[in-house]
Structures are given as structure tokens and as C-alpha cells.
């Protein structure tokens, strides 16, 4: 079952513009991963954000996280056309289980 | 090399056949993971080996489904007497041990399709 959901499901947005995305979990977590897909295939790690955390940034991601509201955001700014994939928020419970459980993921097309 | 890999890229198969997926993950990770995502869907885990065990397998669906890493490395994810609702992608990961938080190394991922 899938832990998340991201929102929106579909971004679409002009090259230079910001993207954000949101997602929402159920249950206490440890931590919180976002990762990118191209084309249906493997999955790209982007970042981390551990449960004591709020904020983190990564060159142009920032990554904010609010653990009352069991929600976090991923910022993409200017954006760029090779952006365009799906972006999948993932967590892993408190409880020591290792398995990630991914959201729907959010598909950003970001036009030239 | 220095990600995950995995074979076959594509595997088309009939209903009721048996078929093997190979994992090879970064050397010197200890964990793995295997995953399966549908269309449209973020993945959904599978089962998850520490070394040579699996630690985690509360995700196979079924008994048909089963997975082995004997020497702690490469691990093969097999499916007996498939049903096309079978067909999905199937990624498996792999991580550190022994640092945390884990961050997990995707491989491409091989397409199964039951026809």
C-alpha cells in the first residue's frame, strides 16, 4: 500500500519557473527521501531529510519538512527542461523497518 | 561497475511460465531490496535482505513469489506459474550498513510483461 501521497499529481510549468511539490504521510517516520524517475525506469536518490530536520537544501532542491503535519515540499528552482521526470517522496517508519514506502509521485514537465 | 545493475532489461513471458530476476548491487553494500511498480504507482516493496537473509519479507504478495542472495551479493528474485497482473517493473536497491540514515541505490529496473 502506499504510505503518501504527492500533490499535485501533474505539474506543468515554463523553463526558469519554480516547481513544488507536496507530499503527506500516515505514520511516524525516521526519515524522508525524495527521488526522481526518468521514464518509467530506475530511480535517482536526491535527498534526505531526517525527522529532527525542517529544512535542507541540495544546489537548487530545498526540501522542508513538517513532522506535526506529517507533510513535506520539495522546491526545484529554475526549473530547466532536463528536470522533467516524476518525483516520488519516500519514508521509512520508526519502528526500524527499512523498507521505503513511496507516495504516487508527482510527473513535472517542465516545457522549454 | 558502480550502481546497481540488473538482468534481464525486459523479460516477456506467457502465463503459467517460471522466470528468474538477477540483482547485482554496489559492491560493499550489504542491503538490498527489491521492489515492484506498476504503472503510474510509486513502487511497493518487496522484500529486503540483510547479507545472506531476508530480514523483511512482509511485501511478497504471494507464495509464488521468492527471493535468494546466498552469498550475500547478487540476489535472484523468482516468480513461479506467472499471472499477467504479474507484469510490473521490478527494481531492486541496495545500501550501507552500518550508517544511517540508509539511503538506498536504485538499479534500472527489468520490465516483466505476461502475456
Known amino acids: 500500500s502506499q504510505q503518501g501521497e504527492e500533490d499535485p499529481q501533474a505539474l506543468s510549468i515554463q523553463e526558469g519557473e519554480n516547481a513544488t511539490m507536496n507530499c503527506s504521510y500516515k505514520?511516524?517516520?525516521?526519515?524522508l527521501q525524495w527521488y526522481r524517475q526518468n521514464s518509467g525506469r530506475g530511480l535517482v536518490h536526491l535527498i534526505l531529510i531526517r525527522s529532527n530536520e525542517r529544512e535542507k537544501h541540495s544546489g537548487r532542491l530545498r526540501v522542508t519538512l513538517d513532522t506535526s503535519k506529517k507533510s513535506s515540499s520539495l522546491l526545484i528552482t529554475a526549473s530547466r527542461a532536463a528536470d522533467t521526470a516524476s518525483y516520488f517522496c519516500a519514508t521509512d517508519k520508526d519502528t526500524g523497518r527499512r523498507a521505503l514506502t513511496f507516495g504516487s509521485g508527482t510527473r513535472l514537465q517542465v516545457q522549454p | 561497475g558502480a550502481g546497481v545493475s540488473q538482468t534481464p532489461s525486459n523479460k516477456v513471458t506467457e502465463k503459467g511460465k517460471y522466470v528468474e530476476l538477477r540483482c547485482d548491487p554496489i559492491s560493499g553494500h550489504t542491503a538490498l531490496y527489491w521492489y515492484r511498480q506498476s504503472l503510474g504507482q510509486g513502487p511497493e516493496f518487496l522484500i529486503y535482505?540483510?547479507?545472506?537473509?531476508?530480514?523483511?519479507d512482509s511485501g511478497l504478495p504471494n507464495d509464488r513469489f521468492f527471493a535468494v542472495r546466498p552469498e550475500g551479493s547478487v540476489s535472484t528474485l523468482k516468480i513461479q506459474r506467472t499471472e499477467r497482473g504479474d507484469s510490473a517493473v521490478y527494481l531492486c536497491a541496495s545500501s550501507l550498513r552500518g550508517q544511517g540514515p540508509y539511503e538506498q541505490y536504485f538499479g534500472p529496473g527489468t520490465r516483466l510483461t505476461v502475456t
Open positions: 505514520t511516524s517516520i525516521n526519515n
Open positions: 535482505f540483510q547479507g545472506t537473509g531476508a530480514a523483511d
